[in-house]
Every structure is written in C-alpha cells, then in structure tokens.
C-alpha cells in the first residue's frame, strides 16, 4: 500500500499567520492517466470529513481561497493564508491514485 | 439537499455481526463508488471498503476481507455494510461516503459508531 506521511502532526498557529502541512507519499502519485490524485481533507472536532482540495489543487465548493494545495509527484503542501478560527482541526492528505485508497496520520491545527 | 444518514451501529460482542445502513438523498448513488471509511476512537481515517457504481465490483481492506460485505439497494437508494465476526479492533465510526477523487461533488454522512466489546 502506499503510505502518506505528514508533518508536521501537530500545528499550533497564531489567529491570522500562515500555516503550511507537507504530505508525503512512498511512490508517485501520477496515475496513468496522467493526473495526481490527492486530496485533502478537513475534520472538524466533532464533525465528520470535508473535502478541502481535490486532484492537489482544485478548491472544493465553499472552501475559502485562503486554503491552497500544491505539489507533484510525491510531495505536497497545503497551505492556509491567514488561519481563522474556524480552521482548528485535523486535516488529512489522502490518495486516490493506487488501490486501496490510503490516509496521511493527519495533522492537528489548534490556536496558540 | 443532499445527505448521507447512517444507521445501525451500536454495542455488540467479539464474534458478533452488525448490518450498518446509509440512506442517501438528494443524489443517487448508483453513480458514485460508493465508499466505507472507518476511524478508531482518536485515530485516523482508514478505507474500508468500497462497491463500483454500476454494481460490478466491490473492494475491501485485508483487515476486513472475508468478514465484511458491501451492498447496496438502488431502489432504496441505500448503501449497507454487513459485518461479521467482529473483532475489539473494528471499533470505530464508520463513515458512509463518496469518496470523489477527481470532480468537485463529495459527500459525507454523520458516522455510525461501532464498539465491539464484551
């Protein structure tokens, strides 16, 4: 399976700072189709999973564009412009390219 | 409105089985790969299972081949996830979900949780 990294695990952040999470995988997430399938996703204490980004860097609907994904191959980033309190949580990178699908550890984002 | 409400979990004994049931609406399933993920108390996001859309196919995680089954009713527009011999370790929520890769529609239900101990 291909295993997804993150770091780091745990991001304590100040209202209004950037905050960036690096995502890993053991092998290129190029399919064959020539596409990377990489999402991220959102989890909010108590709630289940949102999609943020999907194929790196197309934002889903409603998501704010001070959420950004970026990368290739095997390295990824997502990226928050200006955290708001909102943000706190855990957010997962997750890949869709090799069977089965596999989930980072995720990283906690909390305010400082 | 679109929304993905499980049901069917609960408190059951190692060995036991358990049917979890995911009724959609707003959408039909039967154009999804509808998707089992499953996160233990604290932990992460783990696939469970999945079934294709047309019907054809259905994956599952080796932690859970042989024991779990999934399904789906099209006319009940519900998606089910048989699960026997439970072991301490399937317990987790279990989401129900679509689990998009690759266009912008992805949808989630609330989880059913599941404890499996004695």
């Known amino acids: 399976d291909v295993v997804m990294t993150q770091s780091p695990l745990s991001l304590p952040v100040t209202l209004g700072q950037p905050a960036s999470i690096s995502c890993r995988s053991s092998?290129?997430?190029?399919?064959?189709?020539?596409?990377?399938?990489l999402n991220w996703f959102q989890q909010r204490p108590g709630q289940s999973p949102r999609r943020l980004i999907y194929?790196?860097?197309n934002r889903d609907s409603g998501v704010p564009d001070r959420f950004s994904g970026s990368g290739s191959g095997t390295d990824f980033t997502l990226k928050i412009s200006r955290v708001e309190a909102e943000d706190v949580g855990v957010y997962y990178c997750?890949?869709?390219?090799?069977?089965?699908?596999?989930f980072g550890p995720g990283t906690k984002v909390d305010i400082k | 409105e679109v929304k993905l409400v499980e049901s069917g979990g609960g408190l059951i004994q190692p060995g036991g089985s358990l049917r979890l049931s995911c009724v959609a609406s707003?959408?039909?399933?039967?154009?999804?790969?509808m998707t089992w993920v499953r996160q233990a108390p604290g932990k992460g996001l783990v696939w469970v299972s999945h079934?294709?859309?047309?019907?054809?196919?259905?994956s599952y995680a080796d932690s859970v081949k042989g024991r779990f089954t999934i399904s789906r009713d099209i006319a009940k527009n519900t998606l089910y996830l048989q699960m026997n011999s439970l072991r301490a370790e399937d317990t987790a929520v279990y989401y129900c979900?679509?689990?998009?890769?690759?266009?912008?529609?992805?949808?989630w239900g609330q989880g059913a949780l599941v404890t499996v101990s004695s």
């Open positions: 979900t679509t689990l998009v890769i690759s266009s912008p529609i992805d949808y």
């Open positions: 707003g959408f039909t399933i039967s154009n999804f790969w």
């Open positions: 079934i294709k859309n047309d019907g054809s196919a259905t």
């Open positions: 092998q290129s997430l190029v399919h064959s189709d020539g596409n990377t399938y």
């Open positions: 194929k790196v860097s």
């Open positions: 997750m890949q869709g390219t090799h069977w089965p699908k596999t």
